[in-house]
């Protein structure tokens, strides 16, 4: 059974940045897409950032890009985002997500099975 683990949420002020993680276990990581999604109260669930097995494709909301920086270690079954210049309207549960299978890399929360249990970002002004 896989297992998504993320951290590093918490309360930053406008401006400011973090680094989310995501730990894997449970299956072998590395051939499998990652992906960010996030969800303010009362809206939709949205992609943030995916990025390929290989690490070498990346794809990011355009709300994000410029800004947002994600990464993975293979090694470790780690995927990190870097979320740098946060805005108020980036507040949000964030989760990380693992591709239902080798081929998918997609934006849309249904291409992936395995869901971490998310991690708060507060952003004050």
């Known amino acids: 059974q896989v297992q998504l683990v993320e951290s590093g949420g918490g309360l930053v002020q406008a401006g400011g940045s973090l680094r989310l993680s995501c730990a894997a276990s449970?299956?072998?990581?590395?051939?499998?897409?990652m992906a960010w999604f996030r969800q303010a109260p009362g809206k939709e669930r949205e992609f943030v950032a995916a990025?390929?097995?290989?690490?070498?494709?990346?794809s990011y909301a355009d709300s994000v890009r410029g800004r947002f920086t994600i990464s993975r270690d293979n090694a470790k079954n780690t995927v990190s985002l870097q979320m740098n210049s946060l805005k108020y309207g980036d507040a949000a549960v964030y989760y990380c997500?693992?591709?239902?299978?080798?081929?998918?890399?997609?934006?849309?929360?249904?291409?992936?099975?395995?869901w971490g249990q998310g991690t708060q970002v507060t952003v004050s002004s």
């Open positions: 449970g299956r072998t990581f590395s051939p499998y897409a």
């Open positions: 997500a693992e591709g239902r299978n080798v081929v998918i890399f997609t934006t849309t929360p249904s291409g992936y099975d395995y």
């Open positions: 990025i390929r097995w290989s690490g070498g494709t990346t």
